[in-house]
């Protein structure tokens, strides 16, 4: 019986100890992913290869196709239509064979049976266009679109081709090897749309006065972008997505109304031709005016040449070697100037073509602009390597193309303007032109990364803006993002997200990035380390096809700076930066240890007699309570003793009279790693600022500690006073902790005020 119940409890026990074992396993922490916000990006960038290394530089074997264009235009101002024949040589410089080509018609957005329209879900509006009204309600949408009369070979024999919405496919008789060229021919025609009613980045306005303002591109097939990352790019053309290209050389003879003044893309090889006399020396003079504008076209005879129209026809011919697009303007409407800047050891020609209606804003800003928009941005990358850049007014337009955009920024009827439309103009007017850097020479995929050519020229038109007028009113500030990365989570995605699909291009594409370069220029890298990676990437990858992985390694290496933190949390995130300051401890030295250090060292064997004498300890006291004055601690005899035992006295008058300790423990609410700016106020009313760096959030994601010694009383501390972190709550920055002005208080002081 005795054994029995010995089994019994036995088995009881085993009992016991599985269920208490099993509930312990239960209990014990899983595994889990690497969710560290400083883990490499290995994961999401692509393996480097031999085309694109691990630096960011492009490899030895990169490669990219070239596309050369001869082509003849006519300007039908009467009917308001494009008539164009091309003949387009295509290089293959890749190791590939190629059965096809894929051509880009991206007027097709407007075609009459364009899907554009279907995969919109905006809803009615409150107003609208009556022409817009009768396109889009009453059955007669505007007849867009390209209409292909004929692609043939070299030989003229037709060649096969399918269109797919706005791509074409050419089927080629035979495979187009490695190392070999294919040229072809197109013939199309097209209806010009009115952009300012129907929109779009390109069109004419028609004026009251029966003249029209041509801001052309987008008008002829173009080669879409063959290359290592993804073999053919050919996603169709939404609206927003714009344009990947292959580089270059272009011969172009458009035929105008003899009346019209034309420029565009390269060089205007019969300019002189193309001029009366006397604006031909105008002209000249302008080649040599590096500190004003010269009026070469003046408004007399823009005004004299509205009055009437003509029959007669004149060719422009442009020639442009290593240009990824090509765009014209023409008008009879036209005033023209020019000055020249000096960039390098060359001359650059800033000119601008604009209607009497931009006067007296145009004549006054526009080529100024263009002058130093193009001296900033050679400084802060490489130097234009155009002749010339030219700024066109385009009421409602924004839009780059090589050495030529269109701008809007019109006063009123009277003449008079507004800050407001006099900022927006120059602001427009340096991100065009600065375009002209990113992408049409560092020539990103705009149709997949948005940002790649939105975003840094963003940050590189607020430098620029900056050097024109400072204290402009850029964009692109940290600041300025704030209110967009605190929003509804469910409308906003991360920057790496192809460009059709964001929710907001202007804060997704624009703000955000700029934002975040300018903090690790102003915050992480500081100027000299930014600076030099962001100009050793526009150089490693002027007149090539750069991704976001050559970016984003290129600016790590050239800094030597581990910045996957950064690109993990703001371009694949939509994560905000929160940083607050959560409690602050005050302490005093003493000789005396606490009870919670006593024990701590009781496990090494030492005893409290053992710990006084050889170190000094820190007792937690009231952060409103006065500390001691120690006087450079001549009331304990311990430091003293250490001081006279281990300095000597010229070494100990070197020494900080530090009296007062404090604990600050850092709080992060937000998903975001950043660095902790901390501006520290003393009691005298003297400021010091404390940089953190981001790393020092690796081990606790949550919240950290730092403390400070100090000579004088520390009265306050608030974190990014300068709003250089997009801190998105400013309630929990300041210590003591800032009272939210209640609703009634707000509205008493307003009324003690009136």
Known sequence: MKNLTLFFIALLTSGLGLAQEAEAIKEKPQGHYNISKFRQLKQELPTPNTY????????????QQKADYKMDIILDDENQRIYGEEVVTYFNNSPDDLEYLWVQLDQNIRAPDAKTADVKADGASTMYNPKKFTEQFLGKPFPGGFNIDHVKNIDDRDMDYTINGTM????LPKVLSSGEKVSFKIKWWYNIPNHVIDGGRSGFEHFEDGNNNYVIAQFFPRMAVYNDVEGWQNLQFLGRGEFALVFGDYEVNITTPEDHILDGTGVVTNRKDMLTSKQWKRYQQALTSYDNPVVIVTQEEAEENEKNSTEKTKTWKLKAENVRDFAFASSRKYILDGQAVKIGDRTVMAISLYPKEGNPLWEEYSTRVVASTVKSYSAHMFDYPYHKAISVHAQRQGMEYPMICFNYGRPKPDGSYSERTRNGMIGVIIHEVGHNWFPMIINSDERQWGWMDEGLNTFAQLLAEQDFEPGFPSRGYPKNVVDYMAGDQSRITPIMTQHDNVFNSGSNAYSKPAAGLYILREVVLGHDLFDKAFKTYAERWRFKHPTPADFFRTMEDASGTDLDWFWRGWFYTTDYNDIGIKEIKKYQVTEEPNEETINRYKRYGMTKEDLKGKYLFLAEMDVDEQSSDVNSYADIATLNEYLSDNFSAAERAELKNT?????????KPGGLVMPILAEITYADGSKE???????????????????????????????????????????NNSW??????SKFDSFKNQTATD
């Open 689 to 731: 600022n404390k940089y953190y760096p981001a790393e020092i959030w690796r081990f606790n994601d949550k919240e950290v500690k730092k403390v400070l010694g100090s000579e004088k009383e520390i009265t306050g501390i608030k974190i990014d006073p300068n709003q250089l972190t997009s801190d998105v709550n400013q309630e």
């Open 168 to 171: 074409m496919r050419i089927d």
């Open 736 to 741: 003591p902790k800032k009272e939210k002005e």
């Open 52 to 63: 694109r290394t691990a630096s960011g530089a492009p490899g030895h074997e990169y490669y």
């Open 659 to 667: 009296k007062y300790f404090y604990e600050i423990v850092f709080e």
